[in-house]
């Protein structure tokens, strides 16, 4: 194993072919949507073997998961808003007849 420094994040994030390491997809799980280091990005995005574990392993899950949270609440907020002004609605035209 030759344990090539990374670009950014100093670990050995790919190994000798070039095909990101668990360390590799651990620094993609962990990086911001948007933010992720594009050699590994550009990698995964072209080589299937990466695509088959990243996604074997979960890694995209756990990427996905924090992003969830905020649009679940979305949803719920617009849910609850919507239900408001059915209501309101409603009311109004109770109020008019
Ligand atoms: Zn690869």
Known sequence: MSAR??????????????????A???ALSRAPVGRAPDTLAA???ACPRCQERM????????????????????GLALAF????????ALV???RLH
């Open 5 to 22: 420094a990374g670009d950014e994040s100093g670990g050995a994030l790919v190994d000798g072919r070039g095909c990101l390491t668990p």
């Open 24 to 26: 590799g997809f651990a």
């Open 43 to 45: 990698h995964v995005a």
């Open 55 to 74: 996604l074997a392993g979960g890694a995209a899950r756990a990427a996905r998961a924090p992003t969830r949270k905020p649009r679940l609440w979305l």
């Open 81 to 88: 808003g919507a239900l408001l002004l059915a209501l309101v």
């Open 92 to 94: 109004l035209a109770t």
